[in-house]
Nanobody
Framework: QVQVVESGGGLVQPGGSLRLSCAAS????????MNWYRQAPGKERELVAR???????NYPDSVKGRFTISRDNAENTVFLQMNSLKPEDTAVYYC?????????WGRGTQVTVSS
């Protein structure tokens, strides 16, 4: 059974930090690219971080320099460290595990940045 479970979301003030975690099971984690997406009300889903199976990372300009993705293959876990948070970062954050013919998603965790 494939499982993808996010945790670590919550309410944080502007300028604060959060660390999201995504625990996965039921597949060969180390062979998958891992992605974090977010979706705010009324907006399209947006990729915020990617770490490839080989370890390379990618970030859009909206989060570059503030967010860091990492993975622990021994624990089948991917992390998203979010610093210098802004109100526009408020969204549901989703963990995604992807290969060419496989695509697994978590249910998301809410991040709210507000004073």
């Amino acid at each position: 059974q494939v499982q993808v479970v996010e945790s670590g979301g919550g309410l944080v003030q502007p300028g604060g930090s959060l660390r999201l975690s995504c625990a996965a099971s039921g597949f060969t984690f180390s062979n998958y690219d891992m992605n974090w997406y977010r979706q705010a009300p009324g907006k399209e889903r947006e990729l915020v971080a990617r770490i490839a199976a080989a370890g390379s990372t990618n970030y859009p300009d909206s989060v570059k320099g503030r967010f860091t993705i990492s993975r622990d293959n021994a624990e089948n876990t991917v992390f998203l460290q979010m610093n210098s948070l802004k109100p526009e970062d408020t969204a549901v954050y989703y963990c995604n595990c992807r290969r060419l013919y496989a695509d697994y998603w978590g249910r998301g965790t809410q991040v709210t940045v507000s004073s």
